[in-house]
């Protein structure tokens, strides 16, 4: 599932998984970070396990550092067994790897999810990988890339 994409001779981006409908990954050289772009957090069976489980393979196979979230577009939230498989072995997998900070950029409004649960992430991520992960709820550009580039 990696490939490379090209764009007018330059490598634009090193595609890592691409399930159409629910999720795009790609690691994004200009913020130095696995992206990870979700159209839906639903779906049938262990699809969003199983993506999420592929990128991270990525992660820990090249000392990836930085993850961005980006549930901007997202049009549906995590059913049931998906929202208990983050709280506990995404959970394990985030403290096993490589990464130092994560970045989620919130649904937008039109896309009608609830986003209470947003309110304490920053905190609640920090708290749970007692220091090991930064975590920031960003949503610029300029604001992500320079919070993956400061030290």
């Known amino acids: ?14 595609m890592i998984n691409d ?3 629910l999720v795009t990954a790609w690691w994004d050289e ?15 069976g262990s699809a969003v396990a199983d993506a999420v ?3 991270m393979t990525y992660v820990n196979e090249n ?8 549930l ?19 959970k394990r997998l985030i403290a ?18 609830d986003t209470e649960w947003l309110k304490d992430w920053e905190a609640n991520t920090k708290r749970d990988y007692g220091g090991q992960i930064d975590a920031r709820l960003l949503s610029e550009e300029g604001e992500i890339q320079r919070f ?4």
């Open 96 to 113: 096993e790897s490589s990464l130092e900070k994560v970045v989620l950029i919130p649904p937008l409004p039109e896309t009608g999810q």
């Open 30 to 44: 200009e913020l130095q970070a696995l992206r990870i772009k979700w159209f839906t957090e639903y779906a049938e």
């Open 148 to 151: 993956f580039e400061k030290g």
């Open 63 to 70: 000392g990836v550092k930085n993850w961005l979230c980006d």
């Open 19 to 21: 399930v159409p409908g």
């Open 72 to 90: 901007s577009e997202s049009q549906e939230a995590l059913k049931a067994e998906d929202q208990e498989w983050v709280q506990t072995e995404f």
């Open 53 to 55: 489980e592929f990128a």
């Open 1 to 14: 599932n990696v490939r490379r994409t090209e764009s007018g001779g330059a490598m634009s981006k090193l």
